[in-house]
């Protein structure tokens, strides 16, 4: 019997900017919003991507479904590598590639009935129209929790929480063996987060889809993921098992991040770990991304040469120069 292979198989992406400046628009400096990106994503499994803003999370969501043009890289899904397709080409593959968005007044079109939105890509990708098309509505309103009185109104009419079940029917409405959950909570009560959350896991197993979740929720990540990818200023620091990872943090970075979750129990003191000074792209220097704001005992090597992401145990990879130092 063969192993599984990965659903998702992300290889040395990148995805620069450039600031375009003066008046014949030359540019000075390029932004490296991804920098050399390595994952993979197995079947009917959940990989968090988690960061503060502007570590990259969603450009690597966007990047991985041709929504943006990555820079180099390449991206493998389903055991075809889709990174240089074509517009014809890679249409027949969005069908199996869905993403949900963290805002989901701004993802519906506000002009649509619900039953017009979900509809749409059962006519795009399936040609299916007419009462067929009804039907299949209504059954995947059932399947996220609205009702068939729901099929006719526009997405105002909804509150937060309900507008994300639409999106979520949306974006099954084509079967998809991957969705890429951008913040999907993020705009949420906690109370309709718990619900959309539940409705997520239900639905992952029903369907056995795959998903890569965006998030800067540590506590929702550690829910709903089965791996975990610590992102910083465009590259993985860390990533693992979610039940190693939180238990057993090793990046300086990740430590300062579980850190700063709050205790419920008042009775239990943490050991603070605090970040210095500000998250900047123009601290990047030859060597670590972190280091700038690293609380460790830094070493040379930390500001002179970029650390490289290693092996760390069974199941897990780590990108610093103390953690390598404690292996040798």
């Keep these: 019997m063969s192993a599984i292979s990965p659903l998702l198989s992300v290889h040395n992406l990148k995805k620069y900017f450039s600031d375009q400046k ?19 994503i197995f079947p009917g499994t959940t990989l968090g991507l988690v960061g503060e803003s502007g570590s990259g999370k969603t450009t690597i969501g966007k990047c991985v479904l041709r929504l943006m043009e990555p820079t180099s890289g390449e991206i493998n899904f389903d055991g075809n590598d889709i990174s240089n397709l074509g517009r014809s080409s890679l249409q027949s593959k969005r069908a199996d590639m869905q993403m949900i968005y963290q805002s989901p007044a701004a993802s519906l079109n506000a002009r649509m009935t619900v039953g017009q939105i979900i509809s749409e890509p059962l006519l ?27 099929y006719f109104r526009y997405p105002h009419e909804f509150s937060g929480g309900q507008q994300q079940r639409i999106g979520i029917a949306r974006a099954l409405a084509v079967r998809p063996k991957l969705l890429v959950l951008d913040e999907p909570t993020s705009a949420l009560d906690v109370s309709v987060q718990a619900q959309v959350l539940n409705l997520l896991d239900s639905l992952q197993k029903e369907f056995n889809l795959t998903y890569l979740f965006i ?5 929702v990540v550690r829910y709903l993921c089965d791996r975990v990818a610590l992102l910083y200023l465009g590259k993985i620091v860390e990533i693992g098992d979610v039940q190693t990872v939180f238990e057993n943090p090793v990046h300086p970075y990740t430590q300062a991040l579980l850190a700063a979750i709050p205790e419920p129990d008042p009775d239990i003191v943490e050991d603070e ?37 290693l092996d760390h145990g069974a199941d897990a990879k780590v990108a610093c120069h103390l953690v390598s130092q404690e292996q040798q």
Excluded: M, W
């Design 22 to 40: 003066g008046f014949f628009g030359k540019s000075n400096t390029e932004f490296k919003a991804v920098d050399d990106i390595d994952f993979e």
């Design 215 to 219: 998030s800067h929720d540590l506590g």
């Design 273 to 309: 770990v605090l970040l210095l000074g500000e998250r900047s792209n123009k601290e990047l220097t030859n060597g670590c991304p972190f280091a700038p704001r690293c609380h460790a005992n830094k070493v040379d090597a930390c500001y002179t040469v970029k650390p490289p992401l």
């Design 124 to 150: 795009i990708h399936q040609r299916i129209k007419g009462l067929q098309a009804r039907s299949e509505v209504l059954e995947l309103l059932a399947r996220v929790g609205l009702k068939e009185e729901h």
